[in-house]
């Protein structure tokens, strides 16, 4: 099963982020320019304070009739933020967005963030492993069914 380090180290660990007292319209500038659909939230330190997605700005402010340029990050993005660390399993990544009906996952290694796993990206490598385990149990079968055979065959 795949732990959350060998999915970045073959996706990748770059961060897209966005301080917390920027404007709205400017996190959605760069979400346009990344094409990305979430932002981790920084504080001046840079420590993970939030995240700020699309769905953020749909709910708390188009549907609210807001202007996303007087709007700082800080007051729409979720800020409960649930992270895994690089030794998780997938299996508990995929559990915990699951669990919180979210859709970007950021890794922390201590106290620093070293990357974001997407859900889409969770579930490619899910169908990957349960791929390999079919395939191996497949030839399980077909050396047990020439082992039976050849067994046989003796008689």
């Not at 920084?42 to 007087?70: F, N, P």
């Not at 390999?132 to 065959?153: C, D, F, H, N």
Request: hydrophobic share 40%; charged share 30%; with cysteine.
């Amino acid at each position: 099963m795949y732990s959350v380090r060998e999915i970045l180290d073959n996706k990748g660990r770059e961060v897209w982020s966005v301080d917390q007292n920027a404007p709205v319209f400017d996190a959605l500038k760069l979400m346009a320019e990344k094409d990305c659909g979430a932002l981790m939230v920084l504080d001046k330190e840079e420590h993970l304070v939030g995240v700020i997605s699309e769905r953020d700005y749909a709910r708390k402010v188009i549907l609210q009739d807001k202007a996303s340029t007087d709007i700082p990050v800080s007051d729409i993005m979720s800020s409960n933020v649930v992270t895994v660390n690089l030794s998780d399993s997938l299996d508990h990544a995929l559990t915990l967005m699951t669990d919180h009906n979210i859709r970007h996952l950021p890794i922390s290694d201590g106290d620093r963030l070293v990357g974001v796993l997407g859900i889409g990206e969770l579930v490619q490598y899910k169908v990957e492993a349960v791929e390999r385990t079919i395939q191996r149990k497949e030839k399980e079968m077909q050396q047990l069914t020439k082992y039976v055979s050849g067994s046989l065959a003796y008689r």
